[in-house]
């Protein structure tokens, strides 16, 4: 039976493997320092889906007092296809509805087109926004 919770910090090791094996990290992030964060952080978590022990998902969830944000969906190979990553995207959303958010946000990489027609298939939308940044360290 599978079931929602926040992660703590006993669960990066687990989580961040995860991401790996999903290809969500990348060179110039940590997601080691990620994960931290997350957890650590008054506006943010990590909602892991489980089935017993095992790791099926997460989904990391913050608001920045504007909107929220959400990072990291990823799903475990052997369990994709079953409507997990749409759970986790439902415990995000609630997650910040309880919060107050307007407005759920998140970022593909240009060129995921299997990320982007997931995330469509949900409701979520293209925005009419430039994403600019800039490396901090």
């Not at 892991?48 to 608001?63: C, I, K, P, Y």
């Not at 296809?81 to 970022?107: D, F, I, N, T, V």
């Not at 087109?113 to 995330?119: K, L």
Request: aromatic content about 8%.
């Amino acid at each position: 039976m599978t079931h929602l919770l926040e992660a703590t910090a006993a669960d990066r090791s687990a989580v961040v493997m995860l991401w790996q094996a999903a290809g969500l990290t990348r060179p110039w992030n940590d997601p080691d320092a990620d994960f931290h964060r997350a957890v650590a952080g008054a506006t943010s978590t990590i909602l892991l889906l489980r089935d017993g022990e095992a790791l099926l998902g997460t989904v990391m969830v913050g608001e920045d007092g504007h909107r929220g944000w959400v990072y990291y969906v990823a799903v475990a190979e052997a369990a994709r296809g079953q409507g997990h990553g749409r759970a986790l995207m439902a415990a995000a959303e609630s997650w910040l509805r309880a919060r107050g958010c307007p407005k759920l946000q998140l970022m593909v990489r240009e060129g995921n087109d299997a990320a982007i027609g997931f995330y469509r298939a949900l409701g979520l939308e293209p925005q009419p926004v430039v994403t600019l940044g800039r490396f901090l360290h």
